[in-house]
């Protein structure tokens, strides 16, 4: 499940996925545009949808996966 969460943040920030690692806890990798395409992504690719306070949530790469993982 990580991978594949780590595969779209990747596919929508254009970062490789060893440095999205690396920065797992960083909130700079996706500026605001990148990251509504983001969320789209991982509510099309999961069939899941994120409210307000959970997008509000998800700066870091770790915050994306613990959430999607909460919500599969």
Do not use: H
Not at 1 to 23: G, Q
Not at 38 to 65: A, C, G
């Amino acid at each position: 499940m990580e991978n594949e969460i780590l595969k779209i943040i990747s596919d929508a920030t254009r970062v490789n996925i060893k440095e999205i690692k690396k920065n797992i806890d960083s909130n700079n990798i996706w500026d605001s545009l990148i990251y509504i395409e983001l969320i789209i992504s991982l509510e099309d690719n999961f069939n899941i949808s994120f409210d307000e306070s959970e997008i509000d949530q998800m700066k870091t790469p770790r915050k994306v996966i613990k959430c999607v993982s909460g919500k599969i």
